[in-house]
Structures are given as C-alpha cells and as structure tokens.
C-alpha cells in the first residue's frame, strides 16, 4: 500500500512539473509576443530615426550587408531592408554584455532564414561609447553586425534611448515615414518566439 501511495505521489509530480513547464513555455511565448506590440513608450521617449547620420563601416562586408551604395557617411533610410532593429548598448553594460550572445543569436537566426535575409537587418549604437570601447565590445563578443560609436550621445538621445540595453525595431516603407514599431529593454523569451514576434508585429512574411 505504502509502495503505491509513493509511485502516486511521484507520478503526480511529474505531471505538475511537466504542466508548470508546459505553462512557462506558453508563458515565454505570450510576452515574447507582447514585447514588440505597437507600444507608446517609443512615443513617450520621443523616438526619431531621422535628422541624424553614421559613418560607412570600414569593412567591405558590412557595407555590402547594410547595402550602402557609396563610402561615406548615410541616414538610416539609406539601408537596404525593410526592418531594421538598432541595438543600443554600452561597453559597461553589463546586461549588454548579458544579452550580447542572444543578439548574435538573433542575427544568425535572420540571415539562415531565406525567406527574411535582407528583409530583416541589424545594427548596434555604442552609447557614450568611443570607436575603442565599441571595438572591444565587437571582439569581446564577436558581434557580427554592424556597430557605431556614440561618444557624445547625439545618435541615442534621438532616438530616445536614455540606458542600455535598448533595442528598438523601425519598419521601413517606400512612400511613407517609417514606423517605430518596437522599443524593449531586451530580447524577450526564446529567440525563436522573439523573431517571429517581430515578423508578425512588422508584417514580415
């Protein structure tokens, strides 16, 4: 009798752990996709995309990946994609540095996707950060998209980026303004969930 009343309660265990990892799974999931809804806060902090430029990468690679046309300097417009998600962060962050696999994660999960490469682009802004500081970060973490420094916080304050980590998702059209349609702390849930959140929330197929 003692030996059925155990197996019971072990079974009965398992079944809780496996519903509250079923619910946090569903969980992840639901603010992942909460995450990047339409939110006010990109118009509470203000948050502009335009009337600022950055300077052309010095690698060829990263040119061609923005798509830029010449050397030099360019607008945010001027990069080939239809959503561009722009990391703001810091060398001393450290929950920058936290989520700086995730975003490398993120990365790799949009160009192995043939379906969004090129539809879907990246880049990071150093906040208060000099081209040093935003160079270590690039090989500390071996970041693969672009970077820019932001030492006199001229670039992070337009876009209403006051801490890190920032990231902030902006879709682009062609006879239109273009949309800032996510303002979060971080990636939330799984990257996975997080990407097609974005996809559904910028109306990427």
Do not use: H, W
């Not at 902090?45 to 040119?63: N, R």
């Not at 030492?151 to 990231?167: D, F, M, R, V, W």
């Not at 990407?195 to 990427?204: G, M, P, S, T, W």
């Amino acid at each position: 009798m003692v030996k059925k009343n155990d197996r019971f309660r072990k079974l009965s265990m398992i079944s809780v752990f496996i519903i509250f990892i079923s619910f946090i799974g569903m969980s992840s999931q639901q603010k992942a996709s909460d995450s990047v809804k339409p939110s006010e806060r990109a118009k509470e902090k203000k948050t502009s995309v335009t009337g600022f430029d950055l300077p052309s990468p010095e690698d060829e690679a990263q040119i061609a990946y923005l798509g830029l046309r010449e050397e030099g300097k360019f607008e945010l417009e001027e990069i080939s994609t239809e959503v561009l998600l722009i990391s703001v962060f810091s060398m001393y962050c450290p929950s920058c540095q936290k989520d700086a696999p995730r975003m490398n994660q993120l990365f790799e999960a949009i160009e192995d996707d043939p379906q969004i490469k090129g539809k879907i682009k990246i880049i990071g802004i150093g906040l208060k950060n000099s081209d040093y500081e935003v160079n270590l970060f690039r090989e500390t973490f071996d970041v693969p998209f672009p970077l820019f420094p932001d030492k006199n916080y001229s670039i992070s304050k337009k876009l209403g980026a006051e801490q890190t980590p920032i990231l902030i998702g902006v879709r682009f059209f062609q006879d239109a303004e273009p949309v800032v349609f996510l303002y979060s702390s971080s990636i939330v849930g799984s990257v996975p969930d997080y990407l097609a959140a974005i996809r559904d929330a910028a109306k990427i197929s």
